[in-house]
């Protein structure tokens, strides 16, 4: 596929909901058309006038002097558990590596965005979400191994992952006291297949104490279940799909966004469409709002790398935004042990305060 495809598709998948599929970030797409340059001109028009406003709304003097403050949303992220023990515990087994991975480029975006301030080629333009700042070489070697305090004044991308290891009651009321304290404008899941139910149980959570906030859910249960065929210009969703299962009522519609395949640059575009989307109280997206967004961005020809698929649940509708972007090295991608402490120790360097290692056997 090397053109441009505009115009709204119908689906034909088992969904009684409308599925809208827009085939805008397509590599190849001619950027030089009629209708990527007035989508261009209104994504243009709509930063400009959304900085002006945020300036005035902060009695700021000029745009550029827009203090990080003004412009920062919260997010949250979390790797949903699973239940690994005969004894039925729920437990994570390790450093959530996977979500990390998934979330290095839109958080390495947010840190250039809060550093070089808006201008510029600044990713981020207006409203950013906020992963906090890079960790110092200190905090890194102060994060222990386990079951992390929540009573941290640290603000570094790794205060912005749930991490509780294991998923009990007190871990649950954690949880709500993290979603009390952070407030989160969008919560990012990343789950595998026997982990789905615990996600669910997460965004409704989260739904039920912050229902102003964006669940967007992504990770290996998604990948292998919700698919675009090109071929068939259409979407393939197994039973066990999120889509399915809300369309068919089996579970709450507590999920607005889902992005299987390559996340990495789908979901930093998504986090742009939603920053872009977001009131400038910083209060709300509506979904609505994010996939208009979406549309402007791909039709304005803004590239995503990778191939993937980012579908948008509202009552109504699905709106599916197949990605075919560039293919990429995912050596080139910014180390996920940028943003995040990511703890290690060894017996022969016991950096870590908090983390015993093992005894000499
Ligand atoms: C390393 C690994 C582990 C490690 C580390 C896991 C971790 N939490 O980081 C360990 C050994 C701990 C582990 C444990 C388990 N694993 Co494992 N693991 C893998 C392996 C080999 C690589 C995963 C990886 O890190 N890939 C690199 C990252 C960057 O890619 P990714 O995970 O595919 O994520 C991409 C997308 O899913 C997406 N994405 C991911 N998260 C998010 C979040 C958001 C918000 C968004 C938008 C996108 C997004 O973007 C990423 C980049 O494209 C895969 C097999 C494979 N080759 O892929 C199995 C695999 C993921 N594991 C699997 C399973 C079943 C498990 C366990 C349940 C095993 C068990 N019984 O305990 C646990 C679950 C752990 C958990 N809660 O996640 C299955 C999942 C199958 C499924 N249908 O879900 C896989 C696919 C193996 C298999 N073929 O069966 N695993």
């Known amino acids: 596929m090397d053109r441009i495809e505009k115009t709204l598709r119908k ?3 088992m969904l009684s909901r409308e599925i809208k599929i827009q085939l805008c970030y397509w590599s190849g797409q001619s950027s030089d058309s009629t209708e990527t340059a007035a989508a261009r001109r209104q994504l243009h028009q709509i930063r400009t006038s959304r900085l002006q406003a945020l300036a005035q709304l902060h009695g700021a003097l000029g745009e550029e002097q827009l ?3 003004a412009r920062r949303f919260p997010v949250l992220a979390a790797l949903a558990p699973v239940m690994t023990s005969v ?6 087994p390790g450093d959530p590596m996977c979500l990390y991975a998934a979330l290095s480029v839109t958080v390495d975006s947010a840190l250039r965005s809060a550093r070089h301030g808006v201008g510029g080629n600044s990713p981020f333009t207006d409203l950013c979400p906020d992963w906090g700042k890079l960790p110092t070489k200190l905090q890194r070697l102060a994060a222990t191994h386990g079951v992390r305090s929540w009573n941290t004044d640290e603000s570094t ?3 912005s992952v749930f991490d509780p290891r294991v998923w009990d009651d007190e871990a649950r009321e954690d949880f709500r006291a993290e979603l009390a304290r952070c407030r989160p404008r969008v919560f990012l ?3 595998v297949s026997p982990g789905h139910r615990y996600a669910l149980e997460m965004a409704r959570m989260v739904k039920r104490e912050t229902p102003e906030c964006l669940v ?3 990770g290996r249960h998604i990948d292998e279940t919700m698919r675009y065929v090109p071929a068939a ?3 393939s969703l197994e039973y066990s799909s999120t889509l399915r299962a809300i369309d068919d009522g089996r579970i709450e519609p507590v999920v607005d966004f889902l992005v299987s395949g390559e996340g990495h640059y789908a979901l930093d575009m998504l986090m742009r469409a939603i920053a872009l989307s977001m009131d400038l109280n910083r209060t709300r997206a509506e979904v609505a709002d994010v996939v208009r967004m979406l549309g402007l961005l791909g039709q304005a020809g803004e590239k995503v790398s990778g191939s993937s698929l980012i579908c948008a649940v509202t009552p109504e509708e699905v709106h599916a935004f197949p990605i075919r972007g560039d293919r990429f090295d995912l050596a080139d991608l910014p180390s996920p042990y940028q943003g995040f402490g990511i703890r ?3 017996r022969s360097s016991p950096m870590l305060t908090g983390c015993r290692p093992a005894p000499p056997t």
């Open 67 to 69: 203090d990080w403050q």
């Open 11 to 13: 689906g034909n998948t």
């Open 189 to 191: 899941i990343s789950t």
């Open 87 to 92: 004894e039925g515990e729920i437990t994570y």
């Open 157 to 159: 991308p790794d205060r």
């Open 344 to 346: 290690s120790a060894s």
């Open 233 to 235: 210009q259409r979407l």
């Open 216 to 218: 967007v859910l992504g």
